[in-house]
Structures are given as C-alpha cells and as structure tokens.
C-alpha cells in the first residue's frame, strides 16, 4: 500500500496536531519550503523530521531528528544543508 503523502506549510502549531494514520504505514507531510522536508508520524504516534529527496535519481529519506528535539527552524535549515551536499554529488549517509 502506498504511503500518505500531503504538502503544506509546516508549523510548530500544525505539527503539534498531526494525528497517527489509521493504517500500518508512517504517514509523510511535506513543507512547502524547503521542499525535501517532512514530518514523519508513524501509527505509534512518534513524529520526526525527515529529508526526503534523489541521490541520482534514486530515492533518498535521511531521518534529521524528533520534532520534540528539532526545532521547524532548525530542521529547514539542515534539510536545505543535505540538499547542497546533493547537489554537489556528495552521499550525505557518507558524511
């Protein structure tokens, strides 16, 4: 079964209110800047910040941290930070 997947402008607020998914699969909501920022909110209820872009076109998904760690701030800046490694060729997992 396909992951849920919706795009959004992320707040601290709207975070705080993402509800788990019904099904057994993590749900994805995606920042609209930057756009290879998510929050990950798996059925347990756990919710963290991931990187999710292409390394050569293959499909990449690096876990940044909790949102109860992170902050959205932090977080962009970090998913914009694996973004220029990308862009550069470099395997952010090899840094």
């Known amino acids: 079964m396909a992951r849920t997947t919706e795009r959004i402008r992320l707040t601290i607020d709207r975070i705080r209110k993402l509800k788990p998914p019904a099904s057994t699969q993590a749900a994805y909501v995606f920042d609209d800047d930057p756009r290879q920022l998510s ?4 059925p347990a209820g756990a919710k963290s910040f991931v990187y999710a872009g292409k390394l050569n076109k293959v499909p990449l ?25 990308i862009d550069q060729g470099i395997d952010p997992r090899q840094e």
């Open 39 to 42: 929050v990950r909110v798996t």
């Open 61 to 85: 998904r690096i876990t940044i941290g909790d949102v109860g760690v992170w902050t959205l701030d932090d977080a962009r800046t970090e998913a914009r930070r694996l973004q220029t490694l």
